[in-house]
């Protein structure tokens, strides 16, 4: 498997690993989803089959890659009609059905297939997205990234001396502010390693105005969507952002300190 990744040539928009993927002591969502990607290619004749008892075949392990890839893709969607999710939970019933009984010998001895993940795929993810609409906005891909960019770039800013101290104060100076109409602030920043930052903001206002989502002492957190600005004949531009409300709220921590569960909000 190994030789056959660095064997894949370089593409647009598609990860080469060179240098294979052993190499790597972690492996970030970005790289995970670039081997997504190309696996199933790896794995396609990987090696030749035997007639021993219970032995998986090559074309088994190809197939399912396939189902998964599939099921991940349709479970990547924005939007949902109810035929979607129709398609989701079958091919979720594929995938599923395939690795229990590809894996169910080797594994249940040891874990009996009581995997959280396994089970939530299964019976909860429809279910939810029914309520509470794509799941992209609730998976962790956000926070895995972020991570990246305000813990692992600002760590290597440091001297390796009280490094949580440092990187607080590296964090507190990449924010800025602007007063929006009404006395509302929004914190962002464009100067973030060189290139515009507006995804993630702080907005602080009365806590009347905004009763359905969890306020932080009049600070509420969002995720920016969609910045676009409108241009009348005669009167100011009027500029407009789609953001999506965290529903959620840090615990004891004060303005601009570092929070390892969501340094990204923090002002």
């Not at 429809?126 to 799941?135: L, N, T």
């Not at 989502?213 to 004949?233: C, H, K, P, R």
């Not at 531009?237 to 909000?265: I, R």
Request: proline residues 4%; aromatic residues 14%; contains cysteine.
């Amino acid at each position: 498997m190994n030789n056959r990744v660095k064997l894949i040539p370089h593409y647009q928009d598609l990860k080469s690993f060179s240098n294979s993927f052993l190499y790597l002591t972690l492996l970030t969502a970005s790289e995970y989803r670039s081997l997504m990607k190309i696996m199933i290619f790896i794995v396609d004749n990987l090696y030749q089959d035997s007639k021993r008892p219970n032995f998986i075949k090559n074309n088994k392990i190809t197939e399912i890659y396939l189902k998964w890839n599939k099921m991940y893709l349709l479970s990547r969607k924005e939007n949902y009609e109810e035929s979607d999710i129709t398609r989701l939970q079958e091919s979720i019933n594929e995938w599923a059905k395939l690795f229990i009984e590809l894996f169910e010998e080797y594994l249940s001895s040891s874990s009996k297939l009581q995997f959280p993940k396994l089970h939530s795929w299964m019976f909860h993810i429809c279910s939810s997205i029914r309520e509470f609409g794509a799941i992209n906005g609730y998976t962790t891909e956000t926070y895995e990234s972020l991570h990246k960019d305000y813990v692992k770039k600002p760590y290597k800013l440091t001297n390796k001396k009280e490094i949580e101290k440092q990187i607080m104060k590296i964090i507190s100076i990449l924010f800025c502010g602007v007063t929006l109409k009404y006395g509302a602030k929004m914190r962002a920043n464009n100067k973030f390693h060189k290139r515009p930052i507006f995804s993630n903001i702080a907005v602080e206002m009365n806590p009347d105005e905004i009763f359905e989502y969890t306020s932080d002492n009049g600070v509420y957190f969002a995720q920016v969507l969609l910045i676009t600005e409108i241009i009348m004949n005669y009167k100011e531009p009027m500029h407009l952002a789609l953001v999506q409300w965290y529903d959620f709220k840090s615990s004891g921590l004060e303005p601009g300190l570092y929070n390892p569960v969501s340094p990204e909000y923090r002002g």
